[in-house]
């Protein structure tokens, strides 16, 4: 234990969180946004995971992850279906192209 | 061994993930989204979590992504492969995104957890993961010990402790999950159903 401890764990998930915020936040591609909401979660159950093993937490954190991985399929299967109609319905994937509800 | 593990994990996780920024190839991304994510279950299974880490390969990588890829398949048609945002949009992002990461860093360098740890563990007790008893950490086997959280029952709190009291498990959050998952599967069947195509926008 004396080499990583838990700075490690977080300074990574702390690298994914911010990667996957800057990816929803550039990418002009829906299934790009959806990456980046995927690294984000992914970014968070890294942090419970290790809170789980280097504080006081834990199973619970794990439990946590594992709901959180399952809530993450559940989301990208919805955006994905969101996606997949808005292609058919106006032949882009392009986000900035989704302004009809723009006032 | 631990850190050259640690290292090669990590360095693969966090290169994925700003591969899947830095790239504009939609395929391309999701390839790097793959590494960066079963890089990321190596950590799990370095962190004693062995069943979130096989969780995290089989719903994360054969799941959920290989979701993603039909996405990216059943969407591509040409110039949407590589959309590319502007670069006043990515220089923007990329300063407030590292601005970001350290604060985060800075401010998680500045704790000092391990003084936290034993301050905690002087109130609550030593962390149910390195209670003797029913399952010696190290063996890692945490799984029977998840599924009776999940049904309710909290071997891993519960056993040897003195008072009457017995821990929360995770049953209602199991079903509200199951319930969710249900509800997910016939909403995402009920969007992405063929029907026939509304109107085909002549400018484009």
Request: with cysteine; proline share 2%.
């Given at each position: 234990?004396e080499?990583?401890g838990?700075?490690g764990?977080l300074?990574?998930?702390?690298?994914?969180f911010?990667?996957?915020?800057?990816c929803?936040?550039?990418?002009r591609?829906?299934?790009?946004v959806?990456?980046g909401v995927?690294l984000?979660l992914?970014?968070?159950n890294?942090n419970?995971v290790?809170?789980?093993?280097y504080?006081?937490?834990g199973l619970?954190?794990?439990?946590?992850s594992?709901?959180?991985i399952?809530?993450a399929?559940?989301?990208?299967?919805?955006?994905?279906a969101?996606a997949?109609?808005?292609y058919?319905?106006?032949?882009?994937i392009?986000?900035?192209?989704?302004n009809?509800?723009?006032? | 061994?631990e850190?050259?593990l640690?290292?090669?994990?990590a360095?693969?996780?966090?290169?994925?993930?700003?591969?899947?920024?830095?790239?504009?190839?939609?395929?391309?991304m999701?390839f790097y989204?793959?590494i960066?994510l079963?890089s990321?279950?190596?950590?799990?299974f370095m962190l004693?979590?062995?069943f979130?880490?096989?969780?995290?390969?089989?719903?994360?990588?054969g799941g959920?992504?290989?979701?993603?890829?039909?996405?990216?398949?059943?969407t591509?048609s040409?110039?949407?492969?590589?959309?590319?945002s502007?670069p006043g949009?990515?220089?923007?992002a990329?300063?407030?995104?590292?601005?970001f990461?350290?604060?985060v860093v800075?401010t998680?360098?500045?704790?000092?957890?391990e003084?936290?740890a034993?301050?905690?563990?002087?109130?609550?007790?030593?962390?149910?993961?390195?209670?003797?008893g029913?399952?010696?950490r190290?063996e890692?086997?945490?799984?029977?010990?998840?599924?009776?959280?999940?049904?309710?029952?909290?071997f891993?709190?519960?056993?040897g402790?003195q008072?009457g009291?017995?821990?929360?498990?995770?049953?209602?959050?199991f079903?509200?999950v199951s319930v969710?998952l249900l509800?997910?599967l016939?909403?995402a069947?009920?969007?992405?159903?063929?029907?026939?195509r509304?109107?085909?926008p002549s400018?484009?």
């Amino acid at each position: 234990m004396e080499g990583i401890g838990i700075n490690g764990f977080l300074a990574v998930g702390a690298v994914l969180f911010a990667c996957g915020v800057i990816c929803m936040a550039t990418k002009r591609n829906g299934i790009g946004v959806l990456m980046g909401v995927e690294l984000v979660l992914n970014g968070a159950n890294v942090n419970f995971v290790a809170f789980s093993k280097y504080g006081p937490l834990g199973l619970d954190g794990q439990i946590v992850s594992l709901f959180v991985i399952v809530l993450a399929a559940a989301e990208a299967a919805v955006a994905l279906a969101i996606a997949l109609n808005f292609y058919n319905n106006h032949l882009t994937i392009d986000v900035d192209r989704a302004n009809e509800l723009q006032g | 061994m631990e850190m050259l593990l640690f290292t090669i994990f990590a360095c693969a996780a966090c290169g994925g993930a700003l591969a899947v920024v830095l790239s504009q190839n939609v395929v391309r991304m999701a390839f790097y989204l793959v590494i960066s994510l079963g890089s990321t279950a190596g950590l799990f299974f370095m962190l004693d979590a062995d069943f979130v880490g096989a969780t995290q390969l089989l719903i994360y990588v054969g799941g959920t992504v290989v979701l993603l890829i039909f996405g990216v398949m059943l969407t591509a048609s040409g110039p949407f492969l590589t959309i590319k945002s502007s670069p006043g949009d990515m220089v923007q992002a990329i300063l407030v995104g590292a601005l970001f990461l350290g604060m985060v860093v800075v401010t998680v360098l500045q704790v000092d957890w391990e003084g936290n740890a034993v301050k905690l563990e002087g109130q609550y007790g030593a962390s149910s993961l390195e209670r003797p008893g029913y399952n010696q950490r190290g063996e890692g086997h945490t799984t029977r010990r998840i599924g009776a959280a999940l049904l309710g029952a909290r071997f891993d709190k519960d056993l040897g402790k003195q008072s009457g009291q017995l821990s929360t498990g995770y049953l209602l959050p199991f079903e509200v999950v199951s319930v969710h998952l249900l509800v997910v599967l016939i909403g995402a069947a009920y969007l992405a159903r063929a029907k026939r195509r509304v109107r085909v926008p002549s400018g484009s």
